[in-house]
């Protein structure tokens, strides 16, 4: 059974970064963030297979934000450059096929998520 816990989500000025992180239980290979704002959809940020290293990323967020992998299958979101059109529900969510994807419908497991706000 794979289980997701986010955690770094905060309050931070425009203009700052912030790191998420997603700690996995379980057999993770393809991951990816998405957000959600009051009255959104769901939006697909970023994806990532952690063996091949295949990356995606949406175009609001290119250049800014940055996921990876790192020690204990732990997926990180490194985001700079934050401004208040970023503040969301960041969630962290897995898939039971190695292939990437950005559409939230494709994932099959999915963390409580933690929250953004980029604010003055």
């Known amino acids: 059974q794979v289980q997701l816990v986010e955690s770094g989500g905060g309050l931070v000025q425009p203009g700052g970064s912030l790191s998420l992180s997603c700690a996995t239980s379980g057999r993770t290979v393809s991951m990816g963030w998405f957000r959600q704002a009051p009255g959104n959809e769901r939006e697909f940020v970023a994806a990532?297979?952690?063996?091949?290293?295949?990356t995606a990323y949406a175009d609001s967020v290119k250049g800014r934000f940055t996921i990876s992998s790192g020690a204990k299958g732990t997926l990180s979101l490194q985001m700079t450059s934050l401004t208040p059109d970023d503040t969301a529900m960041y969630y962290c969510?897995?898939?039971?096929?190695?292939?990437?994807?950005?559409?939230?419908?494709?994932?099959?497991?999915w963390g409580q998520g933690t929250q953004v706000t980029v604010s003055t």
């Open positions: 990532l297979n952690k063996i091949s290293k295949t």
């Open positions: 969510a897995a898939r039971s096929v190695p292939a990437i994807s950005t559409l939230p419908k494709s994932y099959d497991y």
